[in-house]
């Protein structure tokens, strides 16, 4: 469950994220895809791979990308760019408050544009 924080929203907490791990979040009816990474920080993505709608939070993570459990396209977990030509994701920033991880708005995808 997601709680409104000023222009911030609540999705969860870091200690709900294993290391090195994703995890799926529903905000405001769209999938996000959080990443702990192991140095600590946390990563978010749009959920669905654009190539055929792979759950990302379900992929490989590490050197700050994340391998599409489902063909294998690589994203990366701070840009959004793909290592397929015009491929990319949503991102968003995060912000961590003690334990909880906070999302702002998302970004426009770097080679596509704003979200329509
Ligand atoms: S669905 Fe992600 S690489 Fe095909």
Redesign the pocket.
Known sequence: MSDVITDRIHIGSVHDIAPGQGRCYVVNGEEIAVFRQRNGSILAIQNR?P????P?HEGIAGGGKVI?P????KFDLATGLGSEPRECVRTYKIVVVNDRIEMEAPSPCARLGPPA
């Not at 190539?51 to 792979?54: D, I, L, R, T, V």
């Not at 489902?70 to 396209?73: A, T, W």
Request: contains cysteine; aromatic residues 0%; hydrophobic residues 20%.
């Open positions: 791979c190539h055929k709608n792979g990302l599409c489902m063909h294998g396209h």
